[in-house]
Nanobody, 121 residues
Framework: QVQLVESGGGLVQAGGSLRLSCAASGSIFSINGMGWYRQAPGKQRELVAAITRGSRTNYADSVKGRFTISRDNAKNTVYLQMNSLKPEDTAVYYC???????????????WGQGTQVTVSS
């Protein structure tokens, strides 16, 4: 019914930049909050950044000043611009969205499949 498809991950040197995108598609009525999470090997999944429908943002302390989350409501897409990347940013990054579908008519959390970001030192 609903798919979140991420793109933009890859390998980059420390200090470099990457831009992640996540597009939602399917039987979507509305999308509320959207966000990016990450999970490094042996660690729990953690929130990186979140954005409300009205574009209020929230960031993990570890990425403040380096990462920027944004969204395009017309395209059902959320972005994560990552600058000044560090080796400790290496993780699988997952997109999350709170979506109301035209079938269920209630809000559920949906997840993307994840995209690998690797930062070399």
């Amino acid at each position: 019914q609903v798919q979140l498809v991420e793109s933009g991950g890859g390998l980059v040197q420390a200090g470099g930049s990457l831009r992640l995108s996540c597009a939602a598609s399917g039987s979507i009525f509305s999308i509320n909050g959207m966000g990016w999470y990450r999970q490094a090997p042996g660690k729990q999944r953690e929130l990186v950044a979140a954005i409300t429908r009205g574009s209020r943002t929230n960031y993990a302390d570890s990425v403040k000043g380096r990462f920027t989350i944004s969204r395009d409501n017309a395209k059902n897409t959320v972005y994560l611009q990552m600058n000044s990347l560090k080796p400790e940013d290496t993780a699988v990054y997952y997109c999350n969205a709170a979506i109301t579908t035209t079938q269920a008519w209630r809000e559920y959390d949906y997840w993307g499949q994840g995209t690998q970001v690797t930062v070399s030192s």
